[in-house]
Structure formats: structure tokens, C-alpha cells
């Protein structure tokens, strides 16, 4: 897990369709000083793990694919990643939570709002 980040300075946002899907993409700063972010490392959903500094370009998106299942698109600086069918557990326990949180996001409430969205979809299919 990531310990706590602190707010970035968001530089630019924009979408990024490269990745098959439409991906919200934050561009960043992590330092307002002359102290550059130090490096860690990132641990990413069925053991992916990212060492060096945040990332200067960041974008995720997440779909739910089924009953605790969901599809999800990370951008991180010039690297996409994509899986199919995480479960939530995997998703919460990643360095995406506290990234999103220092972006003002909410992983939980994402998670959340794609099930609710995803529920919604299934019913209009059937």
C-alpha cells in the first residue's frame, strides 16, 4: 500500500482514446519546491507493481463487467494497462486508491457508481 500523497497540481486534463476506451487523463505536478517526488513503489492489480515517482500523466477508467468483476484502463505517464473481470478487493488494495484520493476522487464511491451503472445497463439489455 502507498502511503499518503500529497495534492498535486493539476496542469491540464484531457481524454485519451488510445486505449480502446475513452480514458478522463490528468497531466501533474507533485512539487511546488525544488525537492523532485522520491520514488516508491506502486502496487497495481494482480501483481503489477510500478517503481519510481508518482505519475506526471494519469488517467483511469472503470467499468463493471459483472458481479464483482470490473474492467479497468490505467495511463501512467507514457504506459497503459488494462484488465478484464478485477475483482473489488484487488482494485482496493492497489496504489489507484490513494492516487485517485489525492486527485479528490473516491475509488470506493467509483467502484460503486460503475456497479450501480453497469446493474442499470443489464436491465435495459434484458
Known amino acids: 500500500m502507498v ?17 480502446g476506451r475513452i480514458v478522463p487523463t490528468f497531466e501533474l505536478r507533485w512539487h511546488e519546491g525544488s525537492e523532485p517526488p522520491r520514488e516508491r513503489l506502486w502496487e497495481l492489480p494482480e501483481q503489477v507493481s510500478l517503481v519510481g515517482p508518482p505519475p506526471q500523466r494519469f488517467g483511469v477508467t472503470i ?13 501512467w505517464d507514457r504506459t497503459r494497462l488494462a484488465w ?43
Open 63 to 75: 467499468e463493471c463487467v459483472g458481479a464483482d468483476a470490473y474492467a479497468v484502463v490505467v495511463l
Open 84 to 126: 478484464e473481470g478485477l475483482p473489488r478487493v484487488q482494485l482496493l488494495a492497489s496504489a489507484l486508491a490513494p492516487l485517485l484520493k489525492a486527485l479528490g476522487g473516491d475509488l470506493r464511491s467509483a467502484l460503486e457508481q460503475s456497479a450501480r451503472t453497469g446493474q442499470r445497463r443489464a436491465q435495459k439489455v434484458a
Open 3 to 19: 502511503d499518503a500523497l500529497p495534492t498535486p497540481t493539476i496542469l491540464r486534463r484531457s481524454f485519451d482514446e488510445s486505449a
